[in-house]
Nanobody, 126 residues
Framework: QVQLVESGGGLVQTGDSRRLSCVVSGRTIAKYNVGWFRQAPGKEREFVAS????????YYADSVKGRFTISRDNAINTFYLRMNSLKPEDTAVYYCAADPFRSAASMMTKPAADYWGRGTQVTVSS
């Protein structure tokens, strides 16, 4: 059984940086496309970033482009979301996700994946 566990969330101030981690167990992520999504109170879950296992392509939501970076370390079955220049509107529960078949590009249009973490709260104070 594949399990994803996020960590790294917390309370930060505007302009701060934070790195979220997603540790995967039960299956190697070397051939999984992975992504990060977020959900703010009263809003639908939205795409943040994704990474393709095959060619290393990355995709970002316009709202985070240039500030957030997705990366992965297959050796330790972990992927990351580095968040810089955080803004109050980045406040949300952040979820990691992985899928062996759904493309990283398709994650941009629909927050769907086979495997999900339970989320980690990121709160950015102004």
């Amino acid at each position: 059984q594949v399990q994803l566990v996020e960590s790294g969330g917390g309370l930060v101030q505007t302009g701060d940086s934070r790195r979220l981690s997603c540790v995967v167990s039960g299956r190697t992520i070397a051939k999984y496309n992975v992504g990060w999504f977020r959900q703010a109170p009263g809003k639908e879950r939205e795409f943040v970033a994704s990474h393709t296992w095959s060619i290393g392509a990355t995709y970002y939501a316009d709202s985070v482009k240039g500030r957030f970076t997705i990366s992965r370390d297959n050796a330790i079955n972990t992927f990351y979301l580095r968040m810089n220049s955080l803004k109050p509107e980045d406040t949300a529960v952040y979820y990691c996700a992985a899928d062996p078949f759904r493309s990283a590009a398709s994650m941009m249009t629909k927050p769907a994946a086979d495997y999900w973490g339970r989320g980690t709260q990121v709160t950015v104070s102004s």
